[in-house]
């Protein structure tokens, strides 16, 4: 199965209930609709989702172990959720990450996920100028998904994805500057003729720099502006 049919496929597939509740709160937590502090009640939260107590709780004791909910005795539930020094750490990591992924992907990667890689960059290229960014969001999901499996390291790439989701919640993208796509484009063309050259330095370098881009991106999505500076974003 390729990447992008089994992202698809992950997104349309129903929930087991412990996952739905996990993830559903987890969501309410890391962007903020459960504050910081606040109790998580159980008997509420069993009656919104027709559950019992031991799929809410099996939810609960996944979120202590993430270190997003403390349990207080005789107390209960209480939502820690990411301080922002916590969320800026964890960019900083994934960015480290990212580019450990990139180098091993080069001296890893086999022929036949080298050639999903260039179909999928394919699909970047035709959607870029379809200027479908929904579509490319999935697709630039597809792109770095590769890339964690091609390093063929598992507790990297399971590392990489929980980041992947924690940011897409902290750091959401709800303002694309013009041009946008292009540069993600240009930004992910480094990336990929570099691992096609089998170029490690030239991977890094690039992977270095498209994610710091990133993470600048996600911090002026965030405050809903337009980049002050352009040439930050040249090429």
């Known amino acids: 199965m390729d990447m992008l049919q089994q ?11 412990p996952d739905r509740i996990y993830e559903e709160l987890l969501r309410d937590i890391l962007t903020g609709r459960l504050r910081k502090d606040s109790r998580l009640n159980e008997t509420k939260i069993c009656q919104t989702y027709k559950a019992s107590r031991t799929p809410v ?51 890893r990667i086999t022929e036949e996920e080298e050639e999903e890689l260039a179909d999928i960059f394919k699909f970047m290229e035709f959607y870029t100028k379809k200027n ?16 964690y499996k091609s390093a063929h390291d598992k507790l990297l790439e399971k590392t990489l994805l929980a980041y992947h989701t924690y940011t897409n919640y902290c750091c959401p993208h709800n303002y694309f500057a013009p041009n946008y796509l292009k540069r993600v ?42 980049p002050a500076e352009e040439e930050d974003y040249i090429i």
């Open 185 to 226: 484009l240009a930004e992910h063309r480094r990336v990929y003729r570099a691992i096609m050259a089998k170029d490690s330095h030239a991977a890094t370098d690039a992977m270095r720099v498209h994610m710091e881009r990133t993470v600048k991106r996600s911090n002026q999505a965030l405050k809903l502006v337009k």
């Open 7 to 17: 992202i698809s496929e992950e997104k349309n597939k129903p929930k087991a209930l």
């Open 57 to 107: 709780r099996e939810a609960f004791r996944r979120l202590e172990m993430d270190g997003l909910v403390e349990y207080i005795p005789n107390r209960g539930e209480f939502v820690r959720g990411l301080s922002q020094t916590e969320v800026d750490d964890m960019l900083l990591m994934r960015i480290e990450l990212e580019v450990l992924a990139v180098q091993f992907s080069v001296e």
């Open 132 to 147: 479908d960014i929904q579509k490319m969001i999935d697709i630039n999901f597809a792109f770095h998904r590769l890339l």
